[in-house]
C-alpha cells in the first residue's frame, strides 16, 4: 500500500463500525486533535517555564495564557510541515485534487480540523488579547479544511498547508520579542525576523494568491460535479485569508522597518557621544 494513502488510525475508530461517510470515518481523529491539543496546552506552563524560567513566572496572567497558546502553535505547525510530505506526488491526488480522496490526506486534514476547533476555542476565549481577524481566520481555516472531508480539494491539503512553513519562524520571532533585550544574541534576532520576512512572503502571500488561481482551474475541470456555491465560497475564504496575510505582511515590514531605523538612530547617537 502507498504511504500516501495508509492511514495508520483509520481501523481504530470506537464510535462508527460502518461509517456512512468520511466524516463518520474520521471523526475519532479530529476528537483526537482536539484532545491532544488540549492537554498540551494545560501542559504549555510547564514547557513554557522550562524554557524562558523567571521570565515566563514574571508575566501577567493573560500573557501567560499568550505564551502557551504559541507553544502549541510551535507544535501544530511542526506537526502540519511533517505531516503532508507523503502527501507531496501523491498521484492518485493529482489525478482529481478537487473530487479524489485517500485514506492519509483525510488524516492529515482531520488533525488539521480538529486543530483548528481548538483554535477557535481559544479565540473565542482570549476574543479582548487576540481580537477579530484571529477569530475570523479560525472560522475560516476550519471551514475550508472541514469541507475537504466531503471530500472537496483534499488534493490541496498539502499545498495549502505548507503556509505553516512560515510560523516556526514566527513565533520564535514572538517568543523572542517577549523576553528582556540582550537574552538572545541580536544576530540570530536579526536571522530570524530576515527569515519571518522572507517565508511568510513566499508561502503565504506569492504562494497563497497563485495558489488560489490554481484552485479555480481545478474546479473548473470538474465543474459538472461540484457544488458552484461550495466552490466560490472556499475560493472566497482563501482569498480573504490571503488578504488578511498580506495584512498581516504589510504589518511584519513596517515594524521591521521601524527597527531597522531606530538601530540607525541609536548609532549615530552613540557615534555623536563618542565624538564629543
Given amino acids: 500500500m502507498l504511504i500516501e494513502a495508509y492511514d495508520p488510525f483509520l481501523e481504530m475508530n470506537p464510535f462508527f463500525k460502518e461509517p456512512r461517510n468520511y466524516y463518520e470515518a474520521h471523526a475519532h481523529e479530529i476528537l483526537g486533535s482536539i484532545v491532544f491539543y488540549q492537554i498540551l496546552y494545560m501542559s504549555s506552563p510547564y514547557i513554557s517555564h522550562a524554557l524562558f524560567g523567571k521570565h515566563y513566572e514574571e508575566q501577567s496572567k493573560k500573557s501567560k495564557a499568550n505564551f502557551d497558546i504559541h507553544i502549541v502553535s510551535m507544535v501544530q505547525c511542526l506537526i502540519s510541515i511533517l505531516s503532508i510530505v507523503p502527501l507531496i506526488g501523491d498521484k492518485h491526488l493529482n489525478e482529481s485534487s478537487v473530487l479524489n480522496y485517500t485514506p492519509y490526506a483525510a488524516f492529515v486534514s482531520s488533525i488539521t480540523i480538529g486543530y483548528f476547533v481548538w483554535d477557535l476555542w481559544v479565540c473565542l476565549k482570549y476574543f479582548k488579547l487576540f481580537g477579530v481577524g484571529f477569530l475570523l481566520h479560525a472560522v475560516a481555516a476550519l471551514f475550508v479544511f472541514s469541507s475537504t472531508l466531503r471530500p472537496f480539494c483534499l488534493g490541496w491539503v498539502a ?61 473548473w475541470a470538474v465543474k459538472d460535479e461540484v457544488s458552484w456555491f461550495l466552490c466560490i465560497v472556499i475560493v472566497g475564504l482563501n482569498f480573504a485569508l490571503d488578504a488578511l496575510n498580506l495584512f498581516w505582511f504589510q504589518k511584519m515590514v513596517a515594524i521591521a522597518a521601524k527597527k531597522i531605523r531606530g538601530g540607525k538612530t541609536e548609532t549615530k547617537k552613540s557615534d555623536t557621544k563618542k565624538s564629543e
Fill in 159 to 219: 499545498s495549502f498547508l505548507s503556509f505553516e512553513l512560515s510560523t516556526p519562524f514566527v513565533n520564535i520571532n514572538w517568543f523572542v520579542s517577549r523576553l528582556p533585550a540582550g537574552t538572545v544574541s541580536p544576530k540570530f534576532v536579526a536571522i530570524n525576523g530576515l527569515l519571518v520576512i522572507i517565508t511568510f512572503f513566499i508561502v503565504r502571500i506569492v504562494w497563497g494568491f497563485y495558489a488560489i488561481y490554481l484552485v479555480v482551474f481545478d474546479m
